[in-house]
């Protein structure tokens, strides 16, 4: 699980590039170049340089499959997989299906970046359907994030009703098991209206013998893809113009009906013109390699045979870039020229689209490409790394860093690659674009990052971003360790990783040890430093309660470049300064311009977005919109708790739980309540923890269950033991969640003179620190402790102090939430004659609103014996288990979500103490015949 720490700490400056190292470049790399993913080139299939020829009863078949789940077509290189897949994509673009395209590389074998490519490719088609699966990618670390990324991904495919087809190409580059096992979760839980093709060169690793015997799965191979006699002729003749039907059997019969043999075949008739050619047998890639070599290549034109090899050394290639690999040999027009005649020529060479600059990417047959390949690699060692200098200083200066890192790394030029990396990691910190920066990362060799101090604190806050926090806390004691001499600006950068993780473990007192060194702001500090600094320290001080204290530092690190996303962060902690001094009106408005703005700008904004959508869900609350902070947080719940910060998330479950418990649906209050308690634990926050406690034995003594009510307060306090003496921090916080849940047991056992003792000191320490939405509950309670020593004038004070202090505020729910039952006491006020009207009227605000209905919570959805380990929500979803439902139908009974099943499931399976469902219902089916 991982916290995004994005919008409470922005970025690290690195330094842009020393000038020793712009000279080493030769200034070819600008420190303000366009970073460009090599992703985006393989959205768009390639394109042939003929028109594909008609296979109708290829075609047939698979336009039959058309609203199928799966279509797996399976061959050896050059079957015409892609070519069959262009020819199915065309068709179902006529019968008005979207299709998305991504063409899969050996680097998609790695989980992130498969992700990237798969989430860009539905983008083509519509944005909206990955809005939110875009948010989770590489941010969550455990066993479950994969499967709950699916699920997310599922979600955005399902609400959007048109038919779509998702084609992969070259899928037996995936080897990764954790990927495999997300394509089996997407065909799994594939809504009617997706459908996924799927071709190979080997068998596909994730079986679909479920999904073939429910009739939503078609698989061709090797023998289906072959040409039949009439369809080899078709294509020799449409490739020559014209040839024998004598021979083009006998073509046929020496290459199986292979496609890629056709092809060569038709290049080599072609350039003999006439003459005979080799009767050799062209069934595989072996073959094909000898043929090649021994009867195509030996007779092109010296300089295209070089031009093709020195592509080679390229997954993708254009005109300027070969030009650069000619080493000037050519010029980029001559270049230009002759791919687009060796193209015509169809010598296994295909457009792969057009770059934002206009030039013409073309990509190697992978066939020709492993025979040429083999050229390469002959090549002296001295000449090859020159070649791939050649290749990475050109790619950089296009700002195609991803492939000029890889090939200044194959130059043996590790500090080059390291230098380009350094180079680009400002602007993609600025941009939010940390999926790329962690793909740049790992091609680096480990000891460029463990040399450079920049490359180790980059890695650090990739960790940070991953919510690794153990890999974060070592990483900056061994960069700590490193640096023997840190200049001013290592060591800020060293603090304000500090910083960082003691946000990442709700630690303000640790911020507060670090106050000095952050104080000491380095001359050249830039607006990255100055905003991390301010965010980090603002955050510390509004848990201090030093509120004007928290505005300033967020002033002065207030972006001067205007950069929006410092912009927006700055204005939702400015928020956040007024929503905890009670000035709820006044933060609504802010955290709802946020929300608007960073929903608008994407993933590298989702720390705000998540956070001001917390916020603005606890302000609604508080207003007594408690629907419109129901559907606010209800969507967002999952990708939030994912990505934010141990603050933000305690605000959105609590919110959660308080509104469905408003709405009458204790089992979903209660499910939240549990979710936080599971939260804290995992990530050892034992604020978040106390809080749930603290929440659970109020709620359980409103029900009468006076045990576990004190069982609840008593693991609260003995949490509390913990932090004796802690004030104006987070670590605070924990003794008043267990001083509050103490006084509310006091008032309940009506041990009046016990709940003062208390009330009064907290209530002081809470209004020292500006905490007025709690200083009124606590108002409210000393009204109800005062009343119950009969002392009817102290109540009356209290209550009305409660009352002016929400009416200042444009307060509800902390008043209505506290009353509780005992909102009666208001009754009297505003009947009586000399009562301040304004007050008055308030207070008759709060009666009606306290009258309203909720809505009576739904029935348990199954009869059975409820197993007394199990939570009532728990013991309904086990309910649903023994009508052996699956998780998808129990997710619609519920009406709750499918990975909110499974968290149930998981919960249920660990106290139960079984591996799954049938130990699950043999443990119900026991108690129940007790």
């Known amino acids: 699980m991982s916290r995004d720490l994005s919008h409470v700490y922005p970025s690290i400056s690195f330094p842009r590039m020393s000038e020793s190292i712009e000279h080493s470049l030769d200034a070819r790399v600008s420190p303000r170049l366009t970073i460009a993913p090599v992703t985006g080139t393989r959205l768009i299939p390639p394109r042939a340089a003929r028109q594909l020829i008609p296979r109708e009863a290829l075609m047939a078949r698979l336009l039959e499959a058309r609203r199928q789940r799966c279509v797996v077509i399976q061959g050896p290189a050059g079957s015409a997989k892609t070519s069959t897949m262009l020819a199915l994509r065309q068709a179902m673009l006529t019968l008005d299906f979207d299709v998305a395209w991504l063409s899969l590389a050996p680097e998609d074998d790695d989980l992130t970046a498969f992700f ?27 066993e479950t994030a994969v499967e709950h990324w699916v699920i997310t991904l599922v979600r955005g495919i399902t609400r959007r009703k048109r038919e779509l087809v998702l084609m992969l190409d070259d899928v037996h580059y995936l080897q990764n098991a954790r990927i495999l096992d997300a394509l089996r979760w997407l065909l799994d839980y594939a809504p009617p209206q997706l459908h996924v093709v799927l071709a190979s060169r080997r068998a596909l690793p994730v079986s679909l013998a479920r999904l073939r015997s429910q009739g939503l799965a078609t698989e061709l191979d090797r023998e289906d893809l072959r040409f039949s006699a009439e369809e080899s002729e078709r294509f020799l003749r449409e490739q020559l113009g014209d040839i024998t039907k004598r021979d083009a059997q006998v073509v046929h019969e020496l290459t199986d009906g292979w496609a890629a043999g056709l092809q060569l075949f038709a290049i080599d008739l072609k350039t003999r013109k006439g003459a005979a050619f080799a009767p050799a047998t062209v069934r595989d ?10 009867e195509v290549l030996v007779r092109l034109a010296a300089e295209d045979l070089l031009l093709l090899t020195r592509a080679a050394l390229c997954e993708r290639f254009c005109a300027r870039l070969c030009a650069s690999l000619m080493q000037h040999a050519s010029s980029a027009g001559d270049v230009a020229a002759r791919l687009s005649r060796l193209e015509g020529d169809n010598l296994f060479i295909t457009q792969t689209g057009v770059g934002q600059d206009g030039e013409t990417w073309y990509r190697l047959h992978p066939l020709l490409r492993e025979v040429l390949q083999r050229r390469v690699a002959g090549l002296p060692a001295a000449e090859l790394r020159e070649l791939h200098a050649a290749a990475w200083q050109w790619l950089s200066v296009q700002g195609y860093v991803d492939e000029a890192v890889h090939h200044a790394v194959l130059a043996d030029n590790a500090q080059a690659a390291a230098d380009l990396v350094e180079g680009c990691a400002h602007d993609l910190l600025a941009r939010g674009e940390l999926r790329q920066l962690a793909g740049l990362v790992r091609r680096l060799p480990p000891a460029q990052i463990a040399e450079r101090f920049d490359l180790r604190v980059i890695t650090a806050y990739l960790q940070m971003y991953a919510g690794e926090t153990d890999a974060l806390m070592q990483s900056i004691q061994q960069i700590a360790s490193r640096s023997e001499r840190p200049d001013p600006r290592q060591r800020y950068a060293l603090e304000l990783l500090r910083g960082g993780l003691a946000l990442q473990r709700d630690d303000t007192d640790s911020v507060v040890a670090l106050l000095p060194e952050l104080q000491r702001v380095p001359a ?10 301010g965010n980090i320290l603002s955050w510390m001080f509004i848990h201090r309660g030093d509120y004007q204290q928290a505005r300033k530092v967020l002033e002065e690190g207030a972006p001067h470049g205007g950069a929006p996303r410092g912009i927006l962060l700055g204005r939702c902690m400015s928020g956040m300064t007024h929503a905890a001094e009670g000035q709820v009106l006044l933060a609504e408005r802010v955290f709802c ?3 608007a703005e960073a929903e608008k700008q994407g993933p590298a904004y989702v720390g705000i977005a998540c956070m001001a959508a917390a916020l603005l869900g606890e ?20 990708v939030l708790e994912r990505v934010s910060i141990p603050d933000t998330v305690l605000r959105a479950l609590v919110v959660l739980a308080r509104a469905h418990r408003f709405a009458g649906r204790r089992s979903e209050a209660y499910d939240y309540l549990e979710r936080l308690e599971d939260y804290a634990k995992r990530h050892g926050v034992d604020r978040l923890l106390a809080n749930a406690l603290c929440l659970r034995s109020r709620w359980l003594l409103e029900e009468g269950r006076l045990d576990e009510a004190e069982a609840a307060l008593l693991r609260c306090e003995t949490l509390a033991a913990r932090y004796t003496g802690a004030v104006r921090s987070t670590a605070w916080e924990i003794s008043v969640c267990a001083d509050l849940a103490r006084i509310r047991m006091c008032l309940h056992l009506n041990d009046f003179d016990g709940a003062m003792s208390r009330l009064k000191p907290l209530s002081a320490l809470s209004e020292a620190g500006g905490r007025w939405c709690r200083v009124i509950g606590l108002r409210l309670q000393m009204s109800i402790a005062e009343q119950g020593r009969h002392n009817d004038r102290a109540a009356r004070e209290h209550l009305v102090e409660a009352l002016r202090l929400g009416h200042r505020l444009g307060l509800m729910r902390s008043l209505l939430d506290e009353l509780g039952p005992c909102r009666q006491i208001l009754d009297a006020l505003p009947l009586e004659q000399d009562f301040d009207p304004v007050l008055a009227f308030y207070a008759q605000r709060l009666i009606d609103a306290g009258q309203a209905s909720a809505p009576a919570a739904p029935p348990a959805a199954a009869a059975h014996v409820p197993i007394q380990s199990l939570s009532e929500r728990e013991n309904e979803v086990m309910g649903l288990l023994a009508l052996a439902l699956p998780n998808k139908k129990i997710a619609r009974v519920m009406d709750v979500s499918l990975d909110t ?3 149930h499931l998981k919960n249920i399976y660990r106290k139960l103490e079984v591996s799954g469902r049938d130990g699950a219902v043999a443990k119900m089916r026991d108690a129940s015949a007790r």
């Open 524 to 533: 050249d500090a830039d607006d990255f430093i100055r905003a991390g600094r």
């Open 619 to 638: 302000a609604l609350y508080e207003l007594n919109d408690v629907d419109a902070s129901l559907r606010l947080l209800a969507e967002r719940i999952g």
């Open 593 to 595: 311009d946020v929300l």
């Open 901 to 903: 099943v499974k968290w």
């Open 285 to 294: 890639a072996e073959t094909f390699a000898h043929y090649f070599e021994r």
């Open 116 to 142: 990237h490519g798969l989430l860009a490719s539905l983008a083509s088609v519509d944005p909206a359907i990955v809005r939110e699966a875009e948010l989770l990618v590489g941010r969550e670390s455990e």
